[in-house]
T-cell receptor, first 116, second 112 residues
Framework: EAQVTQNPRYLITVTGKKLTVTCSQN?????MSWYRQDPGLGLRQIYY???????DKGDVPEGYKVSRKEKRNFPLILESPSPNQTSLYFC???????????????FGEGSWLTVV | KQEVTQIPAALSVPEGENLVLNCSFT??????LQWFRQDPGKGLTSLLL?????REQTSGRLNASLDKSSGRSTLYIAASQPGDSATYLC???????????FGTGTRLKVLA
């Protein structure tokens, strides 16, 4: 079954304590990305990756880091979380091949993060 | 800068009605447009993907159209059911990039 798996799904942490949200996909997709979803602001892209070792900033990258050492994994790192990073986070992946449904985006179930 | 707008923000309809959700975008140089469904507290599920060269896509009771020149897409839901209640989002990506820009969604409630 095609899946994008995020962990943890729910997390409460304290300001400044480094955390990592993992993301893994089993579809051999080249493209992966991270979004945050906030009320009234919708989904905003944090970082994306075109392939292994290729990453780029989205619209709201401040306070986040990513890495893409393997094709299937794309972890999101919050080096020093702050309360304004409290949000619902989604990881997504898609194939880079054009045409047909090759660009269909598959989303994980989301990770609820609260920073106190 | 690409901006995506969805109107209305919320919609309640009685079961069985046909309905139209709207999505507009400011930059017509898109690579594709996708419609998604999001249930409360859940991830997004892709419903329909329209490539920039296409005019419409259909899946079951859903039909999405694309008019690039006017910067608009519509999602048509036929014979709505209570199970269609969810938030519907559209997203566009611009040619040459993989940056997806999302609208803020239309929250649909279908009343039994």
């Amino acid at each position: 079954e095609a899946q994008v798996t995020q962990n943890p799904r729910y997390l409460i942490t304290v300001t400044g304590k480094k955390l990592t949200v993992t993301c893994s996909q089993n579809m051999n997709h080249e493209y992966m990305s991270w979004y945050r979803q906030d009320p009234g602001l919708g989904l905003r892209q944090i970082y994306y990756s075109m392939n292994v070792e290729v990453t780029d900033k989205g619209d709201v990258p401040e306070g986040y880091k990513v890495s893409r050492k393997e094709k299937r994994n794309f972890p999101l790192i919050l080096e020093s979380p702050s309360p304004n990073q409290t949000s619902l986070y989604f990881c997504a992946s898609s194939s880079s091949s054009g045409g047909g449904d090759g660009n269909t985006i598959y989303f994980g179930e989301g990770s609820w993060l609260t920073v106190v | 800068k690409q901006e995506v707008t969805q109107i209305p923000a919320a919609l309640s309809v009685p079961e069985g009605e046909n309905l139209v959700l709207n999505c507009s975008f400011t930059d017509s140089a898109i690579y594709n447009l996708q419609w998604f469904r999001q249930d409360p507290g859940k991830g997004l599920t892709s419903l329909l993907l329209i490539q920039s060269s296409q005019r419409e896509q259909t899946s079951g009771r859903l039909n999405a159209s694309l008019d690039k020149s006017s910067g608009r897409s519509t999602l048509y839901i036929a014979a709505s059911q209570p199970g269609d209640s969810a938030t519907y989002l559209c997203a566009v990506t611009t040619s040459g990039t993989y940056k997806y820009i999302f609208g803020t969604g239309t929250r649909l409630k279908v009343l039994a």
